[in-house]
């Protein structure tokens, strides 16, 4: 199994930026694919970006195409998820999840997931 923590959420102005972090520890492995959902208040959880371990295949949702970038460092055990031109509707908690396989947009397809951290983003 593996555990997921997440971090470097927090509040900032619409348009600023930043930087979450998505710590693996346990049995890990390159084969793993990471994924980044988000769920607001009110709303069904929803996909945001996704990776393969060997970053030969990356995918992201419509709405943060251009502005979120994700990545990984497989020495550090640590994917990160660049958030960039941050808007209001980006508002949510954000979780980190791990799969076996293929990268992949499908939240059922993932067995591990991390607490989430909040991202706040002031009009």
């Known amino acids: 199994q593996v555990q997921l923590v997440e971090s470097g959420g927090g509040l900032v102005q619409a348009g600023g930026s930043l930087r979450l972090s998505c710590a693996a520890s346990?049995?890990?492995?390159?084969?793993?694919?990471m994924g980044w959902f988000r769920q607001a208040p009110g709303k069904e959880r929803e996909f945001v970006a996704t990776?393969?371990?060997?970053?030969?295949?990356?995918g992201y949702a419509d709405s943060v195409k251009g502005r979120f970038t994700i990545s990984r460092d497989n020495a550090k055990g640590t994917v990160y998820l660049q958030m960039n031109s941050l808007k209001p509707e980006d508002t949510a908690v954000y979780y980190c999840?791990?799969?076996?396989?293929?990268?992949?947009?499908?939240?059922?397809?993932?067995?591990?997931w991390g607490q989430g951290t909040q991202v706040t983003v002031s009009s």
């Open positions: 990776i393969s371990w060997s970053g030969g295949s990356l």
């Open positions: 999840a791990a799969k076996s396989g293929a990268a992949g947009a499908v939240s059922s397809t993932y067995a591990y």
């Open positions: 346990g049995r890990t492995f390159s084969s793993y694919a």
